[in-house]
């Protein structure tokens, strides 16, 4: 739809772990007459989305495929390890990679982290969800690294979670089809990028009107020496002589 149309929606998709609330709160702010439709969708099944138009723009993790796309990298997430309360790893601040050499670490099919080896032992399985392998650390059947958010989304009083020092951390970021970059996107990103309402996509405002010009009083006229002509005085009536 364009613009000028009425009945606009503005289309945003999300993954797991990623909070829109503070973009969609300006939005709702600057663009009351254009309603947010918030679309939970997988990280596998996110860049399909999009594809299909089944939305306008969406918070991915990178990496993703961009063949398509235009994407704006906005914040990256601290990697933690999930782990039982009574786990050693709870009783430290901390955590390296080598801290975990003889555990076994599960490693999800929706994992969105960039791994080039994978820490600790390979679990028994591979669950298909981050949510699925939260319930096998409960179980005791190994830990878990994701991003931070992520742990707070599957949050459970019988688990915990530290940071990982030197593990790989995954980046949030802002998505969406290059050849649907419609202006609803570009207030969108404006918003993301944090401008002002006047510059929300790139837009000047409008520049003041020109007062009418005001007519001014002409001048003294000025004599040779460039001084002001003293204005001429009245001569008064002289005495008759008796």
Do not use: C
Request: glycine content about 8%; aromatic content about 4%.
């Amino acid at each position: 739809m364009t613009d000028g149309e009425t009945g606009r929606v503005f289309r945003l998709a999300y993954v797991p772990g990623v909070t829109p609330a503070k973009w969609v709160n300006v939005w709702t702010e600057r663009m009351p007459d254009v309603p947010v439709t918030l679309v939970a969708v997988s990280a596998a099944e996110v860049v399909k989305l999009l594809r299909d138009g089944g939305a306008d723009a969406a918070f991915v993790r990178l990496p993703v495929d961009r063949d398509g796309l235009s994407v704006i990298p906005l914040y990256v997430e601290t990697t933690v390890v999930v782990v039982p309360k009574d786990h050693a790893v709870a009783a430290v601040d901390e955590v390296a990679i080598a801290d975990l050499s003889d555990d076994e670490v599960l490693h999800p099919l929706d994992d969105t982290i960039e791994w080039t080896v994978r820490p600790g032992l390979p679990a028994f399985t591979r669950p298909a969800t981050t949510a699925g392998a939260v319930e096998l650390v409960a179980a005791g059947t190994g830990l878990l690294l994701v991003p931070q958010s992520l742990a707070r989304l599957h949050h459970r009083k019988d688990l915990t979670y530290r940071p990982m020092l030197d593990a790989p951390q995954s980046q949030v970021a802002l998505a969406w089809p290059t050849d649907a970059t419609t202006d609803l996107v570009e207030d969108f990103i404006g918003i993301v990028r944090g401008r002002t309402v006047n510059s929300s996509r790139g837009r000047t405002p409008a520049s003041p009107a020109k007062k009418p010009a005001q007519r001014q009083a002409p001048k003294p006229a000025q004599n040779g020496s460039g001084r002001r002509s003293a204005p001429a005085r009245r001569k008064g009536k002289g005495h008759r002589p008796r």
